[in-house]
């Protein structure tokens, strides 16, 4: 396959992943009428998904992977389409996912909490939802109390999602709309849901000085300005200039959606977790070791370490257990 290609798959195992997809459970948490569910939240509306992937296919990731990036109760990790975690490794406190050309991806989050939390998720700066430049006021999708969600496009409709798919930089749905400056980051917002008030009863207090004052806005009510455009596209490299991997915007799938009631806590999150992803060459290039040998170690370490005569042995080692008749 060239660089740049996409990988097709046959006819007979495209339909095989959609009646996979159909047919899995989409929720560890069942809402009315006994049906686990997935949901995306508005403010107080939320959008209820009704066919994402949710919980991982039989089988096991091709590598070791290490834990998902996590903050407190809450986890977010880069999956397949059948589920299997992507190679994941920390580094200095960040969690890196490695990808490849043209393969697709789903981005699965948790929630190990008792209460029902909305997640607002970005793609290279964009919301995936309304596909402007990301912002915590944005609606995002529903996690129930101990559940989890496959989030697997950006969305175009209530009924379809336009694919994941890793991509060169130049191609990714960012730079094509203008600004690739956080291009290779995906984040996840998570908004716990309010809980009902109760009432307490009535009593005296005396006069603030403050309530002779006009009021200032509500902080949980007041939204989140997200950075104007212009200012992070001119700290951005030309999309032509960069390498490594980017999101483009893939292939149409079926992923329905309906409208539900949600109100946040506060308008801040609890948590925002975020992934950094790229190819092998990127990942090589910041030091991890992605091949599990020497690949990543840089030169000068080489140098330090080298030995003139390293197999210079006169006569061969027994192996371990060896022993003489």
């Known amino acids: 396959m060239r ?3 996409r990988r097709r798959l046959p006819a007979g195992r495209k339909a095989q992943l959609r009646a996979l997809r159909s047919f899995q459970p989409l929720a560890r948490s069942p809402l009315a009428g006994g049906m686990p569910m997935h949901v995306r939240i508005h403010a107080l509306a939320a959008l209820l998904l009704a066919s994402l992937t949710s919980t991982a296919a039989a089988g096991h990731p091709a ?8 903050h407190g109760p809450y986890f977010v990790e880069l999956t397949d389409e059948l589920g299997n975690v992507l190679p994941t490794w920390t580094h200095r406190g960040r ?5 490849a050309l043209g393969e697709r991806y789903l981005v699965r989050v948790r929630n190990q909490t008792g209460r029902r939390a909305e997640v607002v998720v970005s793609v290279d700066g964009r919301d995936v939802i309304d596909g402007r430049p990301a912002s915590w006021a944005k609606r995002g999708y529903l996690l129930e109390a101990g559940g989890e969600a496959a989030i697997d496009g950006f969305r175009l409709s209530d009924a379809a999602v336009a694919a994941f798919r890793f991509s060169s930089v130049p191609r990714s749905y960012a730079a094509l709309k203008g600004d690739a400056r956080d291009v290779g980051v995906i984040g996840v917002a998570v908004f716990p849901e309010r809980e009902p008030a109760r009432l307490a009863p009535p009593r005296r207090v005396a006069p603030s000085p403050e309530e002779g004052r006009a009021g200032a806005p509500d902080e949980k009510h007041r939204s989140s300005p997200s950075a104007p455009g212009e200012a992070r596209a001119e700290a951005a490299p030309r999309p032509q200039d960069r390498s490594g991997l980017g999101t483009e915007f893939g292939e149409e799938h079926a992923s329905h959606v309906r409208t539900v009631h949600f ?3 506060s ?15 990127g990942l090589l290039a910041l030091g991890i070791d992605v ?11 080489l140098r330090e370490t080298a030995e003139p005569f390293r197999e210079s042995r006169g006569f061969a080692e027994p192996p371990p257990g060896w022993r003489p008749r």
Not at 63 to 70: G, M, N, S, W
Not at 95 to 99: D, S
Not at 267 to 281: F, M, S
């Open 291 to 301: 091949d599990g040998r020497w690949a990543a170690r840089d030169d000068a370490w």
């Open 63 to 70: 590598r070791p992977v290490e834990r998902p990036a996590r």
């Open 267 to 281: 308008a801040r999150p609890a948590a925002v977790l975020t992934l950094l992803y790229d190819d092998r060459r």
């Open 95 to 99: 969690t890196y996912v490695l990808g």
């Open 3 to 5: 660089s740049g290609e």
């Open 263 to 265: 109100e946040r806590a």
